[in-house]
């Protein structure tokens, strides 16, 4: 059974950082592309950042680009998202993403952001 688990939401203010974590189990994590994505409430889910099965390739919507830096440690089957330079409008619920032939998600963790 494949599971996806976040960690390192909270609570920070305007300017602070936070550190995800989203570790993959049930699949062979070495092969998948992973993903971050965020749902802000009453808004549709959109892209964070993705990174290559390899890590040679990363992608980051405008939004996050220069703020945000996705990593993987393949041997800990890990995916990171470091959150610099935080904004009241990166409040939302943090989703990682395992996709191959299949996509698998995680249950999420909220990230709210104080002004």
């Known amino acids: 059974q494949v599971q996806l688990v976040e960690s390192g939401g909270g609570l920070v203010q305007a300017g602070g950082s936070l550190r995800l974590s989203c570790t993959a189990s049930?699949?062979?994590?070495?092969?998948?592309?992973m993903g971050w994505f965020r749902r802000a409430p009453g808004k549709e889910r959109e892209f964070v950042a993705r990174?290559?099965?390899?890590?040679?390739?990363?992608s980051y919507a405008a939004s996050v680009k220069g703020r945000f830096t996705i990593s993987r440690d393949n041997a800990l089957n890990t995916v990171y998202l470091q959150m610099n330079s935080l904004k009241p409008e990166d409040t939302a619920v943090y989703y990682c993403?395992?996709?191959?032939?299949?996509?698998?998600w995680g249950q999420g963790t909220q990230v709210t952001i104080s002004s």
């Open positions: 990174i290559s099965w390899s890590a040679g390739i990363t």
């Open positions: 993403a395992a996709s191959s032939d299949s996509v698998y």
């Open positions: 049930g699949l062979s994590f070495n092969q998948y592309n």
